[in-house]
């Protein structure tokens, strides 16, 4: 008996378990108790949208900032209507459609996933991005970024992306710098973009604005293993490290981007995008995307306090928060024209700072990044004195990495 106990415990040595000190438990023999290693696990952002409403429901949660942007001037307070949004009034299925023309409507949840939804006016340019609070961790290990999408596209100008960008350096609303609105790319940024013409993934580096495409490994597009479905969903994946990056289609096992990297950053924003740019031309229509079972692993959590107001502008100055701005916190948004900032309410002003980017584009929309004093409940915007005249700021924040859990759901 002895023997055996012995022997068990050389087992558990080779398995790298680890027994408990003997204690005797008769004449003939000891008790071992096993303790498994303690398993590591890491943090993960998930989000499947379980809701089942009656009416399309905007996409409004405290784990998600969602802009939503149109390049056209008459459409600073409602979109160019989207005629056919995927899914009924009621949220009846396909091929059931309702219209969009409020900002709000543009990412909305029926039938337990989320699709965005965008028509651009000619020559109009319009977007929406969604950005969960949590950050992507590739700094010591490969980390995945996962979410499933239609894969029917409704032409060659309406299609869907993902940045990765280091918080310090995040935009509201990042862009190729060969489109035709804002401000052009992130000083640092992975991109991953889908083509519509092709049915395939690409990737990209940013370094100081400038884009380096990464080698593709295969051309051929995912309609070679499935047929493209607007209503089916299909899994597509990032795999990142500082060193690596590949991105595909791990369930049809098709990888596009397989290449060596030379980060010298280890976490990033998430931006999930939706592009619509003229989408009537080359014999295209404007599309509805659906999304669901968002997925990243590991992720450092960040705190994003949405304003209850979506814009502010010479009628409406000020937007409120449901919560006061934590330590460190910087005020984020999107605006056009030279924009000054109070913190209390018009006692002291000083200009908006802009973000890091490429300021070859004029009489657009720009991103501004910002402290915000510790305790802000409210901003007021305005237009600078020597340059006042037509201004607007849209998908105001406050982010900050001190975790502060939200109340509002």
């Known amino acids: 008996m002895r023997a055996c106990a012995l022997l068990l415990a050389c087992l558990l040595s080779l398995c790298g378990l680890q027994a408990a000190s003997a204690q005797p438990a008769n004449e003939d023999g000891l008790v071992y108790e096993v303790f498994l290693p303690a398993l590591t696990v890491p943090p993960t952002f998930s989000e499947s949208f379980e809701l089942y409403p009656d009416a399309p429901l905007p996409l409004q949660s405290a784990r ?48 337990g996933h989320l699709m ?82 092709h049915l395939s993934l690409s990737a990209e580096v940013i370094d100081e604005h400038r884009s380096q495409s990464l080698p593709v490994v295969t051309r051929r597009g995912y309609d070679s293993r499935i047929v493209p479905s607007a209503t089916q969903r299909q899994t597509f994946e990032i795999r990142l490290q500082r060193d690596r990056i590949r991105v595909g289609m791990p369930g049809l096992g098709l990888w596009w981007v397989d290449a060596p990297l030379d980060l010298d950053w280890g ?33 450092v959590p960040f705190t994003m306090l949405p304003a209850g107001q979506r814009y502010a502008d010479a009628g409406r100055p000020e937007v409120t928060f449901a919560e006061t701005a934590p330590r460190g916190g ?39 990044w910002m402290a915000a004093p510790e305790g802000t409940s409210a901003v007021t915007f305005r237009s600078a004195a020597a340059e006042a005249g037509l201004w607007h700021v849209r998908d105001v924040s406050i982010w900050s990495l001190e975790r502060v859990e939200s109340g509002s759901g």
Request: charged share 20%.
């Open 64 to 111: 998600w900032d969602v802009t939503v942007h149109e390049r056209q001037l008459e459409n600073l307070y409602e979109l160019h209507p989207m005629a056919e949004a995927a899914h009924g009034s009621h949220c009846e299925g396909p091929p059931a459609t309702h219209v969009v023309t409020r900002y709000e409507d543009a990412a909305y949840i029926c039938n």
């Open 116 to 197: 965005t939804a965008l028509d651009s006016a000619d020559p109009g340019y319009s977007l929406v991005y969604l950005t969960p609070d949590r950050m992507v961790d590739f700094e010591r290990s490969q980390a995945v970024v996962r979410w499933d999408i239609s894969t029917l596209p409704g032409g060659y100008r309406d299609w869907w992306d993902v940045w990765i960008t280091p918080y310090e350096e995040n935009l509201v609303a990042p862009l190729d710098d060969w489109l035709p609105d804002l401000n052009g790319p992130p000083r640092r940024a992975i991109h991953v973009r889908f083509s519509p013409m």
């Open 267 to 299: 976490t990033g924003v998430v931006q999930f995008g939706h592009h619509s740019y003229t989408p009537h031309k080359d014999a295209g229509k404007p599309n509805t995307w659906h999304w669901d079972n968002f997925f990243m692993m590991p992720v």
């Open 330 to 368: 910087m005020l984020r948004f999107s605006g056009l024209g030279a924009i000054e900032v109070s913190f209390d309410r018009g006692g002291s002003w000083q200009a908006a700072t802009p973000q890091q980017q490429v300021t070859s584009k004029s009489g657009v929309f720009r991103t501004y």
